[in-house]
């Protein structure tokens, strides 16, 4: 009988359990807030006071339990709407069986804490943690303890196979977790929380089903599933095949100098003054010659900053940095918090108890400040600010102090000169430290032939000496010699002593040189030299000016080009349909629907028989006709030959690109090399990268090849070439 009673309770639960979960819900509205109820027979299960109701792949309900919000707080219910957990969660999701990933509200923080509750609402995994991530059925919680974090793991039961004491866990497969210790090296674990190794490794990765590669100090090794070691940490790098190991060698750097060739084997190269090297073999950074004998080497350690006679290196481990000067000599111990690297000089900080400072130092690492700076910050040309006391001074590229230390503020103005602030006031400073400005002006700046200011309600320019040259309650636009003010119907224009122009207002204002301007009204235009105040008149009906080249000017009448000189008396007519400019004594024309040049005596002296032409540079032109361009001299004689698809001159050199390869001229336009390479780039004026079949190699001006072309990569420092290849896989056989 007894039997027959828990067999009737077995069918009834199986039968409310199948009639809960084919049972149909539907949602209702009820004074802006929702309720939940059956649609078979409209019965409520949750009345209509909730923000939301249902999970987050759109069921209502799941598991015969509901996801409610509730003044912006998340509870569970049962299918049947009793309450199962107040409304104190800001998130809840499933997680395995019966559980879920909850979050709630940390009081006075800005953290969220993370958990795990069972469907019965009970805590299973305290929710108390920063972070909770879920891998697999496993849980990595992130728990704060005295302003520090720590890692943690947990199983699908909510149990703690991992305490909370670990700087990482990270899953490297479906059972295994690499975890670190204190921020040093990592542990192989398994997903039962057993440790299978000690703490050795920098890195562990899966490489297969039942092996890991490990990383001891930079070098690979192999350990098998149980933490058991199966290759030795000796390795750069190392794949598992079926029956064998994958082997990857360092980088091969062969360098190049003074016709020698020598070869070196790391990750990185990089020259370190005249004759010595900073290499790099994984974490490793040492201070080679090139003989390969070590004048510095250190562990766990990366290059930081490099400059031409310095590098400064940082200790992975508690990031300190130090600088290893030009000799390879240790010119500041591993000490600093921060460095800053200049040409001949650098600058360390120390983050103190009390105060923070920066020092500059010279080459051998001596100080060149004793009391030290507040703050520093780089300038153009290698200068330098640095602040003491609250108030910026300027610094040289050799750490000498160039002025009081007395300004709010100092930063670029140009190559030559700095703008400075007392409080809100500018003024402008020279890189010798000298006051052009004084501080004493509502705003500076920087012009091409002034500097200009503004004064409260007066605005003026002043020459590079900072003597005042114009001043004006208007604002200033700056000419050379002169300057103009922007009126309601035109623009007004002024000498340097402040008279105006002809006492007349002008509709265009604009520089043609150093000694002239072009100024327009009524759709008459003037050449005006400020010098001797004298105005030359051009010719009546013209539509445009060009730019001044050579003492000429194009214009533009009667829809025909020509040219006019710097007093504006015509010197070529106008009977071109365009014109470039003058250079070198020539210009080029169209006419007859083809590009010629002419001479400023307007003989024409090559024939327009060409489709576009460029102005001459070094005494030679670019030319193009029917598609394919080349390069002529003065006197219409082939340089290069008009054969190629494309000629790009630059200052040093010239590429030459036909049918998808690339030649290479010298800039006197030699010839050096036909069109042979899938691609050619400057190195330097003298070397040239060239580019073949997936490798690189180097010639020079001369023609002659410098590094083969058998290589990944290419750079240079100064007379240094460096070619590199990638290491290459090798083989080693399992037994």
């Known amino acids: ?55 987050n792949d759109g069921s209502l309900v799941k598991d015969r339990l509901i996801k409610a919000k509730k003044n912006g707080l998340w509870a569970l219910y049962t299918s049947g709407g009793k309450a199962i957990t107040n409304h104190e969660y800001t998130s809840i999701k499933p ?12 009081n006075g923080t800005i953290f969220q804490l993370w958990g795990t509750i069972s469907s019965n609402g009970n805590e299973i995994i305290p929710v108390k943690h920063i972070t909770l991530e879920q891998v697999d059925k496993h849980i990595i919680t992130t728990e704060k303890v005295a302003n520090k974090y720590y890692k943690g793991l947990y199983n699908s039961k909510g149990e703690q196979i991992i305490e909370s004491r670990y700087s990482d866990i990270q899953p490297i497969s479906k059972n295994h977790f690499a975890i670190n210790l204190h921020g040093e090296l990592f542990a192989l674990f398994n997903s039962d929380g057993i440790q299978l190794s000690d703490f050795n490794f920098e890195n562990i990765e899966t490489l297969n089903d039942s092996l890991f590669s490990v990383t001891y100090y930079d070098r690979k090794g192999l350990i098998d599933l149980n933490g058991d070691v199966r290759a030795k940490a000796i390795h750069k790098e190392i794949i598992i095949q079926d029956n064998y190991f994958d082997l ?42 090139i003989d390969e004998k070590y004048l510095q080497y250190l562990r766990d350690h990366e290059i930081n900053t490099l400059s031409r006679n310095f590098v400064s290196i940082k200790n992975t481990g508690d990031g300190r940095i130090g600088v290893i000067n030009k000799k390879g000599e240790i010119a500041l111990p591993i000490l600093y918090d921060s460095v800053v690297l200049a ?20 080459v051998a690492g001596a100080k060149i400040n004793r ?25 040289s590229p050799l750490g000498e102090e160039l002025t009081y230390f007395k300004y709010s503020k100092i930063e670029d103005l140009s190559e030559n000169d700095f ?31 002034h500097y200009n200011y503004r004064n409260l309600d007066r605005y003026g320019l002043t020459n590079f000496n900072g003597r005042i040259v114009a001043n004006s309650t208007e604002p200033i636009s700056e000419l050379p010699g002169g300057y103009y003010q922007k009126e309601d119907d035109g623009y007004t224009v002024y000498n340097y002593d402040g008279s105006k122009v002809y006492d007349r207002v002008y509709d ?22 400020p010098e001797d105040q004298m105005q030359n008149d051009i010719t009546k009906g013209i539509q445009y000016l060009g730019e001044f080249n050579e003492n000429y000017i194009p214009f533009y009448k009667d829809n025909e080009w020509g040219f006019i000189d710097d007093f504006g008396e015509m010197r070529v007519a106008n009977r071109y349909a365009d014109v470039g400019y003058f250079s070198e004594g020539y210009s080029a024309v169209k006419l007859i629907g083809n590009w010629g040049m002419i001479d400023k005596n307007e003989t024409l002296v090559i024939q327009p028989e060409y489709d576009s032409i460029a102005p001459f540079y070094n005494g030679m032109t670019w030319v193009r006709r029917d598609g394919k361009e ?59 990268k060239t580019f073949n079949g997936n490798a690189y190699g180097v010639i020079d001006l001369k023609g002659s090849d410098i590094v083969p072309i058998l290589y990944d990569g290419i750079k240079i420092e100064g007379d240094r070439i460096f070619a590199e290849k990638k290491g290459k896989w090798t083989k080693l056989y399992l037994k």
């Open 630 to 688: 080349g390069l002529i001299n003065k006197l219409g004689d082939n340089v290069l030959e008009l054969k190629y698809d494309k000629l790009t001159r630059y200052e040093d050199w010239m590429k030459l690109e036909l049918d998808n390869l690339v030649g290479l001229a010298d800039k006197s336009g030699r010839l050096i090399r036909e069109p042979f390479y899938q691609d050619i780039s400057q190195l330097s004026p003298t070397y040239y």
């Open 1 to 55: 009988m007894r039997e027959k009673r828990i067999f009737a309770i077995i069918i009834f639960s199986i039968f409310i359990a199948v009639f809960n979960t084919y049972a149909q819900y539907e949602l209702f509205s009820e004074n802006n807030s929702v309720g939940l109820r059956r649609s078979n027979n409209e019965k409520i299960i949750l009345n209509g006071s909730f923000d939301s109701i249902g999970w």
């Open 371 to 395: 009391l030290g700076y507040q703050k520093i910050g780089a300038l153009r040309g290698g200068y330098f600010k640095a602040e003491k006391d609250g108030k910026w001074g300027l610094i």
């Open 248 to 289: 990857l060698p360092f980088n091969s750097w062969d360098l190049f100098i003074n016709g020698a060739q020598h070869s070196f084997y790391f990750d990185e190269v990089h020259p370190l003054g005249e004759d010595l090297y900073v290499v790099r073999t994984n974490n490793h950074i040492s201070v080679i010659n």
């Open 508 to 529: 265009t204002v604009r520089v043609m040189n150093e000694r002239q301007w072009l100024l327009k009204r009524d759709n008459l235009h003037f050449l005006y030299s």
């Open 343 to 362: 040409e001949n000089i650098f600058f360390t900080q120390t983050i103190g108890e009390k105060e923070t400072r920066w020092f500059s130092h010279n």
């Open 95 to 106: 997680y395995a069986r019966r559980q879920f990933i909850v979050s709630k509200k940390d």
């Open 419 to 449: 703008r400075v602030y007392a409080d809100t006031l500018q003024g402008i400073i020279n890189n010798k430290g000298q006051i052009i400005l004084e501080a004493e002006y509502s705003e500076v700046d920087k012009g091409i032939y």
